[in-house]
């Protein structure tokens, strides 16, 4: 089975910062994505940014980027330049890459942007 | 409408009434998943729908939950004799087959209390 962990159940930056959300997963699987998810209040779940496990390169989005240690089973995500937009609950989602593509999730964790 | 639709958003019910939450997915997608996400938690997997089918109905907690799907497209999630327990907010997304190489779009969610 697979587990994802998300140790920091709430994190507070200031506004213009960087901050780095943990997320540990575990699998036996070799193939599989690993995702960062946002929810904001309005409860729906928007994809921030997406890692292939076969891609040995770290996935950017503009102010996003992870940091994918495939052998320590880690996926954290960077949030540079951090604005009052980015408060939000912070999920990391893990499926395997074929198949029944069911999100594996974390608990989540509860980021504040202060101004 | 272009995006994952879910009704009611919310939704009051007492304790051994039954309920029934739509999911109208974005046109063309095969793929449907319903997740619940308790208060404080990550969101759990219930159901996998690829066209009408449901190969993977793992995640409902107990015969009191079932699911279908229509036409590939719409999708009902009924609650019989709810419990308190019960009370979380049921989100649904669609995919494309594939969908990890692609995305899961997901729906705003529909918070159901049980009273």
């Known amino acids: 089975a697979q587990t994802v962990t998300q140790s920091q159940p709430e994190m507070s930056v200031q506004e213009a910062e960087t901050v780095t959300l943990s997320c540990t997963y575990d699998t036996s699987e070799n193939n599989y994505y690993l995702f960062w998810y946002k929810q904001p209040p309005s409860r729906q779940m928007i994809l921030v940014i997406r890692q292939e496990a076969y891609k040995q390169q770290n996935a950017t989005e503009n102010r996003f980027s992870v940091n994918f240690q495939k052998a320590a089973k880690s996926f954290s995500l960077k949030i540079s330049d951090s604005q009052l937009g980015d408060t939000a609950m912070y999920f990391c989602a893990f499926t395997i890459n074929f198949g029944n593509e069911k999100l594996t999730f974390g608990t989540g964790t509860r980021l504040t942007i202060i101004p | 409408g272009a995006g994952v639709s879910q009704s009611p958003s919310n939704k009051v019910t007492e304790k051994g009434k039954d309920v029934e939450l739509r999911c109208d997915p974005i046109s063309g997608h095969t793929a449907l998943y319903w997740y619940r996400q308790s208060l404080g938690q990550g969101l759990e997997f219930l159901i996998y729908f690829q066209g009408n089918s449901a190969p993977d109905k793992s995640g409902l907690p107990s015969d009191r939950f079932s699911a279908e799907r229509t036409g590939g497209s719409v999708s009902t999630l009924t609650i019989q004799r709810t419990q308190q327990e019960d009370s979380a907010v049921y989100l649904c997304?669609?995919?494309?087959?594939?969908?990890?190489?692609?995305?899961?779009?997901f729906g705003q969610g529909t918070r159901l209390t049980v009273v």
């Open positions: 997304a669609s995919s494309l087959v594939g969908g990890a190489r692609g995305e899961a779009f």
